[in-house]
């Protein structure tokens, strides 16, 4: 049961951001339960590599909230931009920067990343 709890919580949540970044994709319940079926079974079903990548980050995000406020660790992300097109890339800076306001946020990439706030160290 609280298994079953936790993971109906992180799924929604995880639908929820992916939402956000994929905006072509509707909420709903059936999504939500590919998204358990992908979780638990490791079938992709009808997503796309970029579905999968998008869910797989969504999914990385989301246990970012899950996790205990007096744990706060940083969530450290390499080339998070990628593999997604400008427009979908330019949705996920904006969270990211949502969620630094709640952590630490390290993102390691070998582009130079415009319009980030925050401390950008080139190296």
Not at 55 to 66: P, W
Not at 78 to 92: H, Q, V
Not at 107 to 121: F, M, P, R
């Amino acid at each position: 049961e609280w298994f079953s709890v936790r993971l109906s919580g992180l799924t929604e949540k995880c639908t929820d951001i992916y939402s956000r970044i994929m905006t072509e994709r509707k909420k709903d319940l059936k999504f939500n339960e590919s998204i358990k079926d992908l979780v638990m079974t490791g079938k992709s079903g009808d997503f796309t590599p970029e579905d999968i990548a998008a869910l797989s980050l969504s999914m990385k995000l989301s246990l970012a909230e899950f996790s205990p406020p007096g744990e706060n660790y940083p969530l450290i992300l390499c080339e998070p931009f990628s593999i997604f097109k400008p427009e979908i890339a330019g949705k996920l800076k904006k969270i990211l920067l949502e969620l630094s306001e709640k952590r630490q946020v390290v993102i390691i990439t070998s582009k130079s990343e415009k319009h980030l706030a925050g401390n950008l160290i080139n190296i």
